[in-house]
């Protein structure tokens, strides 16, 4: 039989905040070196999951366990540095305004690497050709570039340390029909392209559509606990009658 191997596991999984339970015993494991999207109404609990995978919040009961290792064991050192393991991917590009995109994406290089500028400036460029921004735009600031380029150049940042994991929290939230389009492809190709390391890939999205043409897994969180784990396939016809409704309403 085939072993199968998880990136991240959440094994009953509770959250509460005073006496509001946003996550109610969830159980589901995110599978290495796949892409696997989590779905839920709004308030369902996505963002809260994430912020569990990057140690920002524990478990009122239950466990996680991200690439092997219980964060609760960690201290606040040792969860900054076990979070250069993930690239993260904000709705807005999260850019720093006062930087140009080069030093932008060297940043974390310079906090958690020992480079030489020769090296930095290798690496950079490579990663900048990699997500497809254009050579003109290499030296100019945020604010001078469209959201388009802004998000090749927020993903070219998130993979500067070679993340084993990618997280992407509403990754195409307000860009128009064509650049959703094209950051769609962008995440499928940077996932593809880091399979020599078996990069797993995070989405949080509400856009049905694209999770249903880039996903291997889908997730679907409800009333605090995933309530369908599937291959995409056999998401597209579940039938549950909750994710019938949101797959409707969406499409
Ligand atoms: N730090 C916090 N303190 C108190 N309540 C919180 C906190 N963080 C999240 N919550 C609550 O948890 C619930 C789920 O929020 P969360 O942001 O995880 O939802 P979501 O699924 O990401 O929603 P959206 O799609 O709108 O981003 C909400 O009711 C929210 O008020
Ligand atoms: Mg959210």
Known sequence: MNEEKFSIEFNHLT???GDHTVLNGLDFN?????ITTILGFSGAGKSTLLKHILGIFHPTD?????????????????????RTNFGMVFQYAALFDSMTIFENVAFPMREFENLSEEQIKKK??????????????????????SGGMRKRVGLARALALKPKVMLYDEPTTGLDPI???????LIRNTHQ???????????????????LRISDYVAFLEKGRVVEHSAVEDFRNSSHPVIRKFIELST
């Not at 490579?126 to 570039?145: C, D, N, R, T, W």
């Open 62 to 82: 239950g466990q996680v366990k991200v690439l092997g290792q219980d964060l609760r064991n960690l201290n606040e050192k040792q969860i900054r540095e076990f």
């Open 30 to 34: 995110i599978h290495e070196g796949k």
């Open 124 to 145: 950079v460029i490579s990663l900048l050709e990699q997500v497809g921004l254009e050579e003109h735009a290499y030296y100019k600031l945020p604010s001078e570039i």
């Open 179 to 185: 650049t959703t389009h094209m950051v769609d492809d």
């Open 15 to 17: 959250k509460t905040f």
């Open 193 to 211: 392209g880091n399979s020599d390391i078996k990069m797993t890939s995070v989405i949080i999205s509400h856009d049905i559509a694209a999770t």
